[in-house]
T-cell receptor
Framework: DAGITQSPRHKVTETGTPVTLRCHQT?????MYWYRQDPGHGLRLIHY???????DKGEVSDGYSVSRSKTEDFLLTLESATSSQTSVYFC???????????FGPGTRLTVT | AQSVAQPEDQVNVAEGNPLTVKCTYS??????LFWYVQYPNRGLQFLLK??????LVKGSYGFEAEFNKSQTSFHLKKPSALVSDSALYFC????????????FGKGTKLSVIP
């Protein structure tokens, strides 16, 4: 999975609790992305980053925040988890000149 | 906004037969197009991309894709399917002209039957 790790790989949490997912890359790629994958919806972009401390919203950003304090780490936080945020979350990285993105193994999050 | 559509949720093909997974696109200007594959419980893997040039693009694992401008299609093909090709396939396009974000189709589940 192209030097990308995600942690945790699985998490079960209760509604209303905060959750942070971590993406770590060893490729020194500038761009990083968080997606969620749900049946019937494909992949939808939550947030992305185009450099350290430079982030922006994607298609489904409500209820999520991100931070990137180092090139290699991109954190996704659910401030107060809801059942609708039960999903599989993928991190991806890319370099602009090649466009293609490389994905991590995913985190399966269940909010009960 | 640029978009792709995958008209088939599922494709079944017998092992050894040729396979096609369909994708159509809607873009302004010259399209950049991508195919990804997702095996069970794994992240997406890049298969191939079309930027410009030859209409037939070769990629990983024996896959190729045919770009057809008049039909606005970018179908994924393989001459002889393997059981191990069974997976979820996504086509993708940059979200806007000059954008480095990708918009993905909803995916097509390919099942290769022994």
């Amino acid at each position: 999975d192209a030097g990308i790790t995600q942690s945790p790989r699985h998490k079960v949490t209760e509604t209303g609790t905060p959750v942070t997912l971590r993406c770590h890359q060893t490729e020194n790629h500038r761009y990083m992305y968080w997606y969620r994958q749900d049946p019937g919806h494909g992949l939808r972009l939550i947030h992305y980053s185009y450099g350290v401390k430079d982030t922006d919203k994607g298609e489904v950003s409500d209820g999520y925040s991100v931070s990137r304090s180092k090139t290699e780490d991109f954190l996704l936080t659910l401030e107060s988890a809801t059942s609708s945020q039960t999903s599989v979350y993928f991190c991806a990285i890319s370099e602009r000149v090649t466009y293609e993105q490389y994905f991590g193994p995913g985190t399966r999050l269940t909010v009960t | 906004a640029q978009s792709v559509a995958q008209p088939e949720d599922q494709v079944n093909v017998a092992e050894g037969n040729p396979l096609t997974v369909k994708c159509t696109y809607s873009v302004s200007g010259n399209p950049y197009l991508f195919w990804y594959v997702q095996y069970p419980n794994r992240g997406l893997q890049f298969l191939l991309k079309y930027i410009t040039g030859d209409n037939l693009v070769k990629g990983s694992y024996g896959f190729e894709a045919e770009f057809n401008k008049s039909q606005t299609s970018f179908h994924l093909k393989k001459p002889s399917a393997l059981v191990s090709d069974s997976a979820l396939y996504f086509c993708a396009v940059p979200s806007g002209a000059g954008s480095y974000q990708l918009t993905f189709g909803k995916g097509t589940k390919l099942s290769v039957i022994p």
